[in-house]
């Protein structure tokens, strides 16, 4: 299979997105790029530059700032994938805690944000060979995508998951905290005014609520070689 094409991958936030999206390239050697990463950096510059204060983002600074975030990815050959980079500091850990999770939706919400972040992404996937997983990527970074995805799963399913993946790493998080973290995303992602998440008629959905990771895995395989096959 040596025509190359654009994957794009949606959807709510713990569905195993990243996971899927990052296997998926493998398999197909195709680059790879986690789109909720990048806006968990710019989440975690705001933070580190004390711009968020008592959970209130102050906007107007951080769209002042843009200028100086700059972000990066670096294989990890320990990981075997690609870490978070921001002004050549690894964050890749900091980004994953709860405390980014609360108020990446919010900084995804600025206009200014979005604008600047597709950009990089568009022209991460101009030469195509790409699966990009996010909220918007086949409805803004990627209309044209061959392939289009929206993974979703029940809350208390995805909440159990990021719970088990927090406490994992060593995270003090109660259940509940998590699940109303997923429910709130949820409801400013779809809201949002700038390119909210919504499921594309095209995409093709994959609800993983009762579903294994290699099941998953093997379904997503047979739609982009579908995909490749028929363009």
């Known amino acids: 299979m040596s025509k190359k094409i654009t994957i794009a991958i949606d959807g709510h936030s713990s569905t195993g997105k990243s996971t899927a999206a990052k296997q998926l ?77 609360s108020i990446v939706s919010k900084v995804a919400e600025i206009s200014e944000v979005r604008a600047q972040l597709v950009e990089q992404q568009k022209a991460m996937g101009a030469k195509k060979g790409i699966v990009m997983d996010g909220r918007d990527i086949g409805s803004v970074v990627f209309p044209d995508a061959e392939l289009k995805v929206f993974m979703t799963a029940v809350p208390e399913v995805r909440a159990q998951r990021r719970y088990a993946e927090l ?39 994959l609800d993983t609520s009762d579903m294994t990771r290699e099941e998953q895995f093997e379904l997503l395989v047979s739609w982009a070689e579908e995909a490749i096959e028929s363009n």
């Open 167 to 205: 406490l994992e790493t060593g995270e003090d998080v109660s259940l509940d905290q998590v699940l109303k973290n997923v429910v709130e995303r949820d409801h400013i992602d779809s809201t949002r005014e700038d390119s909210p998440l919504v499921q594309l008629p095209e995409a093709k959905l």
């Open 25 to 101: 390239a493998v398999k197909l050697q195709y680059v790879y790029v986690d789109t909720g990463a990048m806006y968990r950096a710019v989440s975690y510059y705001a933070l580190s530059h004390k711009l968020i204060e008592s959970g209130i983002l102050d906007s107007k600074k951080l769209v002042e700032s843009l200028s100086d975030v700059k972000i990066s990815f670096k294989y990890n050959k320990e990981t075997d994938s690609a870490d978070v980079y921001l002004d050549n500091e690894n964050i890749e850990k900091q980004i994953r805690t709860l405390e980014i999770s």
